[in-house]
């Protein structure tokens, strides 16, 4: 029986009592709500599968129309697609990995013409001082309503909500988007994490982007995504930031592998642990999951796929993984910048192994599951 065959036969078998939950904007479209519940519906069946940036470059290509590193290495699309909006905080043409958002709008078309779902993250600059998102200078209460830099701030939202209001599936309807803000906010790199603000500004912020975009600017297809760093030891430390249930649908945290290969161990447990907590507080307030970006750059665990990242989130119900991009080589760093195979790769053959699982789900899985469909 095929992988396909199998999940068609799971869909028939679902329970849709949880098909009942709603995101947190009431007045989101159709396909943005049926994502929503399908994705709640589906928790705990089987993991999406994503990577950043997957159709714009790869391994030694960039800008061929059709081409995908996960493609060639397993034969199948994602099931998740991620970009990021930095650009428009300068007014270019262009994100920060160099991806013109003419073709950022066909890609995110491309992927969600698969069946898949499409997630942004935004590296903006600092609004304060200009420099990039790696400018801890504490810019958070300038941009608040009343601050100096609010009207700066809120063109930038402007050049954001235009450009999402363009993004349009073939019947003319706004494809939904899992927006992932201020991510990593528990850390202490960017010019939002939390040692650059306090919890009440955070919350702040948050609350007036949201009000600002949904209801000023009328994106009603964005899902909303809180995402601390995965350095949290328990709920209060995950929540010590958290906006509130009413401008939530999904948590989600990021977590790397950064030691060579016989510290996978370390990986399996640290994620797992984090994992957990986050479940928990998830099955409280009825959000979604996901581990939103993750890896192990180059992967030269050859078994890494399956004893490691497999292990660490394959009996949890979170909805996605995302893989980062794959850059390839960078100056200063001794390996390539890639964090799915490519071909001469040591795990390549595993992550073959890692698509075959029947809980992992790539781009004909998320084609057949119809994710924004309703199923009443």
């Not at 396909?4 to 098909?19: H, N, R, V």
């Not at 939904?176 to 603000?197: A, D, Q, S, V």
């Amino acid at each position: 029986m095929s992988k396909i065959t199998k999940l068609l036969l799971f869909m028939l078998a679902l329970d849709l009592s949880a098909y009942a939950q709603q995101c947190c904007d009431r007045q989101a479209t159709k396909e943005t709500q049926n994502l929503f519940k399908n994705l709640y519906r589906l928790k705990g069946k089987g993991i999406f599968f994503g990577h950043q940036d997957d159709l714009a470059y790869g391994m030694g290509w960039k800008d061929v129309p059709g081409n995908s590193d996960v493609k060639i290495s397993c034969g199948d699309y994602p099931s998740v697609y991620a970009w990021d909006f930095a650009g428009f905080d300068k007014d270019d043409n262009f994100n920060i990995d160099g991806v013109p958002f003419d073709k950022m709008r066909k890609y995110v078309q491309e992927g969600y013409k698969q069946g898949a779902f499409i997630s942004f993250s935004w590296h903006s600059d600092n609004p304060l001082t200009k420099g990039n998102a790696w400018d801890t200078t504490h810019a958070v209460a300038s941009i608040l309503p009343g601050g100096d830099k609010h009207q700066i701030y809120k063109h930038w939202l402007d050049n954001v909500s235009e450009y999402v209001l363009t993004l349009r599936g073939e019947r003319g309807e706004l494809i939904p988007i899992l927006f992932r803000p201020y991510h990593e906010l528990t850390g202490n790199w960017f010019w939002w994490c939390k040692n650059t603000c306090t919890p009440n500004e955070f919350k702040r912020l948050w609350a007036f982007v949201f009000d600002y975009l949904t209801n000023k600017k009328g994106l009603h297809n964005l899902l909303w995504v809180y995402n601390p760093s995965g350095n949290f030891k328990n709920a209060a430390e995950f929540l010590e930031y958290y906006p509130g249930d009413g401008m939530v649908d999904m948590i989600s945290f990021d977590y790397y592998q950064q030691d060579d290969p016989t510290k996978g161990a370390a990986y399996i447990r640290e994620v797992g642990a984090c994992i957990k907590i986050m479940e928990d507080i998830a099955a409280e307030r009825k959000k979604l999951t996901a581990l939103a970006e993750t890896g192990y750059e180059d992967i030269p665990d050859p078994a890494w796929w399956t004893k490691t990242l497999w292990k660490a989130i394959g009996n949890t119900s979170i909805s996605y993984v995302l893989l980062w991009r794959n850059h390839g080589p960078m100056e200063g760093r001794p390996r390539n910048h890639c964090y799915v195979p490519y071909e001469g790769n040591p795990s390549l053959a595993d992550f073959k192994k890692f698509y075959a699982l029947p809980n992992t789900w790539f781009a004909k899985e998320a084609k057949g599951l119809k994710l924004y469909d309703s199923r009443k």
